[in-house]
């Protein structure tokens, strides 16, 4: 983390792009073939005060196994916090997180995580003033399969704002979020969602959510605003973050049990990283 400097400075701290990607493989020409993918991208800028300190984390997790059959995966994430004193118009967070998994034959699974977080420490907020931001964001999901009853296809994406009191550091207080999430499943269940507090104000012109029948396809595309104002001087910390995870299998239960240490692995590095979590709505 940063020190905090007396002088107008230019602070990043940026995560380089990262691309993990594990494959297996036992092909065979004409066996039926997997897809999954789920992708977020989000931006913010346009910020009414800049915080004090910056941080940006990503993580990313494959696995692959087939043992009679081919599958690839790839995880790949970008994460950004830009500020600068004395342009603030350039400054900005923005991330990107990207999980894909491909596979056929007659036994594998595959695997693939991926996740951006970005956070603003200490934006200080005078009494009767109001703070405000700019915000750009994206999930698109997709899986497909040849062989229903047989193959399966799964992407969960999601995309999240938080905005904190930190007066109690060791307790914060949410108080405005956004939540865009998506779960798909190839065959099975087909869900987008959007959660907001009032303080999240949509574009209307800017603004589409597609899900589409069968299961196999969503989008979401949103831009929009958040603003609060504070009666008394307040201390804020702004999280964003995009999560993705992507599966296909020819299933086995040890396979579903991997795919769940897994999850539960990812989640533990990025606690370990820092003390503030997902907002929830």
């Not at 983390?1 to 400075?9: E, G, H, K």
């Not at 995580?113 to 200080?124: E, K, N, W």
């Not at 040849?146 to 007066?167: C, K």
């Not at 504070?230 to 396979?255: H, M, R």
């Amino acid at each position: 983390m940063f020190m905090i400097n007396r002088l107008p400075i230019t602070r990043i701290v940026a995560s380089l792009a990262t691309s993990i990607g594990t494959s297996a493989l036992l092909a065979i020409p004409g066996w039926a073939s997997t897809l999954s993918s789920s992708e977020a991208t989000f931006k913010i800028n346009h910020f009414s005060a800049l915080p004090l300190n910056v941080t940006a984390l990503r993580d990313t997790n494959t696995q692959a196994i087939a043992p009679n059959g081919l599958v690839k995966s790839n995880a790949d994430a970008n994460a950004l916090f830009l500020t600068d004193e004395s342009n603030r118009s350039s400054s900005q967070a923005n991330g990107s997180s990207s999980s894909v998994v491909s596979g056929s034959g007659n036994h594998y699974s595959g695997l693939a995580q991926s996740v951006a977080q970005v956070i603003g420490y200490t934006f200080q907020i005078g009494s009767g003033e109001t703070f405000s931001f700019d915000f750009d964001t994206s999930l698109n999901l997709n899986t497909s399969i040849d062989q229903p009853g047989n193959e399966t296809a799964t992407a969960i994406g999601t995309i999240g704002l938080g905005l904190y009191d930190s007066a109690d550091p060791a307790n914060l207080t949410l108080l405005d979020f956004l939540t865009i999430a998506s779960n798909l499943g190839t065959p099975g269940s087909n869900a987008l969602t959007v959660d907001q507090s009032a303080g999240i104000t949509f574009s209307s012109k800017q603004t589409s959510l597609n899900s589409f029948s069968g299961g196999n396809q969503a989008s979401a595309s949103v831009q929009g605003s958040l603003s609060r104002s504070f009666t008394s001087p307040t201390s804020l910390i702004l999280v964003g973050y995009g999560s993705n995870q992507a599966t296909v299998a020819v299933p086995e239960p040890s396979n579903v049990l991997a795919s769940v240490f897994c999850i539960g692995l990812l989640g533990i590095r990025l606690q370990r990283k820092s003390k503030l979590i997902e907002p929830k709505s």
